[in-house]
């Protein structure tokens, strides 16, 4: 295809829809990008996972551990508002801080002001874990986009702003 240095899996693909649906020829360009889009996702997400692992974490834990940090002190929150952050169901929400909870990296605590609500808090050995791991994780984003200049990395952001935005209003 033009513009790319090589042929890569999507461009065979696109090839081959193109000899059997030339009627389609005009708007595979879409199909490119999304079948690209699809496996850059792929291929770095298993590269993002790796660190989490590497910390004894799954990118759902990740998640909750981060939530909880980027928080700020006390680094708690109560279930529901973690789940609304997280974009989980109450039942998700639990089932991943129960498995902290079992290690230690999560507390749940009673709330001061009204003893009938909680709040799932880091406990010093979760702040340990997902500092840890999240800069690691920043180290490896930064790798896995270093392929880009500067300029081409404000250009794709600004591009992939834009084709989230419909699907967030």
Same mark, same amino acid.
């Given at each position: 295809?033009?513009?790319?240095e090589?042929?890569?899996?999507?461009?065979?693909?696109?090839?081959?829809?193109?000899?059997?649906r030339?009627?389609?020829?005009?708007?595979?360009?879409?199909?490119?990008?999304?079948?690209?889009?699809?496996?850059?996702?792929?291929?770095?997400?298993?590269?993002?996972?790796?660190?989490?692992?590497?910390?004894?974490?799954?990118?759902?834990?990740?998640?909750?551990?981060?939530?909880? #940090? *980027?928080?700020? +002190?006390?680094? @708690?929150?109560?279930?529901?508002?973690?789940?609304?952050?997280?974009? &989980?169901?109450? /039942? !998700?929400?639990?089932?991943?801080?129960?498995?902290?909870?079992? #290690? *230690?990296?999560? +507390?749940?605590? @009673?709330?001061?002001?009204?003893?009938?609500?909680?709040?799932v808090? &880091?406990?010093? /050995? !979760?702040?340990?874990?997902?500092?840890?791991?999240?800069?690691?994780?920043?180290?490896? +984003?930064?790798?896995?986009?270093?392929?880009?200049?500067?300029?081409?990395?404000?250009? &794709?952001?600004?591009?992939?702003r834009?084709?989230?935005?419909?699907?967030?209003s």
């Open positions: 295809m033009a513009g790319t090589h042929q890569d899996p999507v461009d065979r693909l696109v090839g081959q829809w193109a000899e059997q030339p009627d389609l020829t005009d708007q595979l360009g879409a199909m490119a990008t999304f079948g690209r889009l699809g496996r850059l996702h792929a291929l770095s997400g298993r590269a993002i996972e790796q660190v989490f692992e590497d910390h004894g974490l799954n990118v759902g834990e990740f998640d909750v551990l981060a939530a909880l #940090r *980027r928080e700020g +002190e006390p680094f @708690a929150l109560t279930p529901s508002a973690l789940a609304r952050t997280l974009m &989980l169901s109450p /039942a !998700g929400m639990t089932n991943r801080v129960d498995r902290l909870v079992d #290690r *230690r990296l999560v +507390e749940r605590r @009673a709330d001061p002001d009204d003893r009938r609500s909680l709040f808090a &880091l406990t010093r /050995a !979760g702040r340990e874990v997902v500092d840890a791991a999240v800069s690691e994780h920043v180290a490896n +984003e930064e790798r896995l986009l270093s392929v880009l200049s500067a300029n081409e990395r404000s250009t &794709l952001d600004r591009i992939v834009k084709l989230v935005a419909p699907f967030e």
